[in-house]
C-alpha cells in the first residue's frame, strides 16, 4: 500500500489511537498527522508523554486524551463516534512481567477487554491490536498474555459481526522504549561493557515506520480477526552489539576495540530465538507480499468462509525455518548497520553525550538481574 492509498482510505474518519506516547503509538500518530483525517484521538495514561506529544503535534488536528485502557467508561467516552480504533497500550517488557504477573493481566487482558466493549457499544467498524512474536509458543507472561489477546479478539466476533478486527504481530521494534539498541546505546556511551544475554541469542527486527505501517495497512485490510505477520528480517543480539559497537564508540570518544562485551545469560521468561507463527499456524495461513496472514482458528458458527484460503506451506517461495529466527537467514553487519540507519538510530545519539565517564546507572541492574 503507497500513502496515498492509505490516506485516501482514512479520509474523513475518526481514528482513536491508545499507548499514543509510547515508541509504536506515537510513529502511528505521526503518520496520521499527513492524513486527511475528520479527527485523531490519542489516548495515553502518561501526562508528562502526552503533553510533550501535544506540544510536538500542536498544529495537527488531535485531541489528546488522558486515561487507563483499564477503564470501561474511559474508552467509551474516548471511542465514541470513532471509525477506526488503534490499540497499542500495553505492558511489553518480558522481564518485568516476570514479576508483576498481575499487572500485566490487567493491562494486556483486561484493559483489551474494555477496549473491545467500548468499540462494539460505540460501533467501531475497524479495530487493530498489537500484538508479539512472543505470542507464538509462549514462554513469557507477556508473550502468554498476548497470545490470549489474540484469542479475545478472534472472539470478539461474536460481539459485533460486522465490525473488523484483527492483530498484527510484531518483532523486536529497533529503537523503541526500553529496546536492546536504547540499552546497548547507554553502555557504549559509558565505554562499555555491552551486556549480551547469549552470543546464539536471535530476534526479528522492524523499525519504527515497519510497525506503524504494518499496524495501519492490517486494520484496512482485515476481513475479521486475522493476524497480520511482517516479513522481518532476522539477526543474532551479539552481531547487532558488535555492529553499534564499531559504529557508534568513535561518536562518543571510543575505540571499538576498547569496548568489551559480556555475555549474562538467558533471562526471566526469555528464548534463545523466536518464531514468527507456528507450524500449526502455518497450516491456516496466507502469503502476501510483504506479510503473512494466520486466519482464526475459530469462526462464527453457520457463517461461511468468504473464500478458498491457500496455506503458506504450500508456497514454493517459503519454508517453515523462515518463520523462526534461529534457522532464518541472519543479517550480515552491513545490513545490520543500514538497518539501523534506517531505523533512525543515529538521530538520538545526542541523547546519551555525556563529559568524561559517568557512573554506571540503574540500567546495568535492570540487565544484569
Known amino acids: 500500500m503507497t500513502d496515498e492509498t492509505i490516506f485516501e482510505m482514512l479520509a474523513g474518519k475518526i481514528v482513536l489511537v491508545t499507548g499514543a506516547c509510547g515508541s509504536v503509538g506515537s510513529a502511528i500518530a505521526r503518520f496520521l498527522v499527513r ?20 506540544c510536538e503535534l500542536a498544529e495537527s488536528n488531535c485531541r489528546f486524551f488522558i486515561g487507563d485502557v483499564r477503564s470501561r467508561e474511559r474508552m467509551r467516552s474516548a471511542s465514541r463516534d470513532c471509525d477506526i480504533l488503534i490499540h497499542t497500550a500495553a505492558l511489553k517488557h518480558v522481564a518485568l512481567g516476570e514479576y508483576n504477573p498481575g499487572e500485566v493481566v490487567l493491562t494486556n487482558l483486561l484493559g483489551l477487554n474494555s477496549v473491545i466493549q467500548a468499540a462494539v457499544e460505540n460501533r467501531v467498524a475497524r ?11 509462549p514462554t513469557s507472561v507477556m508473550g502468554a498474555s498476548k497470545l490470549l489477546g489474540e484469542r479475545i479478539i478472534a472472539a470478539a466476533r461474536d460481539l459485533q459481526e460486522d465490525a473488523l478486527l484483527c492483530c498484527t504481530r510484531f518483532g523486536n521494534v529497533l529503537g523503541s522504549s526500553g529496546s536492546v539498541v536504547r540499552v546497548f546505546l547507554e553502555q557504549i556511551s559509558r565505554g562499555g561493557p555491552v551486556t549480551v544475554t547469549h552470543p ?35 539477526l543474532r543480539i551479539d552481531d547487532l552489539a558488535a555492529v553499534m559497537i564499531a559504529e557508534y564508540a568513535p561518536y562518543f570518544g571510543y575505540e571499538p576495540q576498547s569496548i568489551a562485551r559480556r555475555h549474562l545469560g538467558v533471562g526471566a521468561g526469555e528464548k534463545l530465538y523466536e518464531e514468527l507463527m507456528t507450524p500449526e499456524e502455518a497450516t491456516r495461513a496466507r502469503e502476501l507480499e510483504h506479510q503473512f496472514v494466520i486466519d482464526p482458528i475459530t469462526r462464527i458458527p453457520g457463517v461461511p468462509r468468504s473464500r478458498r484460503r491457500t496455506p503458506c506451506l504450500a508456497s514454493p517461495h517459503i519454508s517453515p525455518a523462515a518463520y523462526v529466527s534461529n534457522e532464518a537467514p541472519l543479517l550480515s553487519h552491513e545490513e545490520i548497520a543500514e538497518l539501523l540507519r534506517a531505523g533512525g538510530v543515529e538521530d538520538v545519539l545526542p541523547q546519551y553525550l555525556r563529559p568524561g565517564h559517568a557512573k554506571h546507572s540503574d540500567i546495568d541492574l535492570l540487565v544484569s538481574a
Open 200 to 234: 546464539e541469542m536471535t530476534r526479528f527486527v522492524m523499525t519504527l515506520e515497519q510497525a506503524a505501517r504494518l499496524i495501519l495497512e492490517s486494520c484496512l485490510l482485515a476481513e475479521g480477526s486475522e493476524v497480520f505477520v511482517l516479513k522481518m528480517p532476522a
Open 35 to 54: 492524513a486527511p483525517l475528520e479527527r485523531l484521538r490519542l489516548l495515553d495514561q502518561h501526562e508528562e508523554g502526552m503533553h510533550r506529544l501535544s
Open 127 to 137: 479495530m487493530a491490536y498489537t500484538s508479539s512474536d512472543k505470542a507464538a509458543n
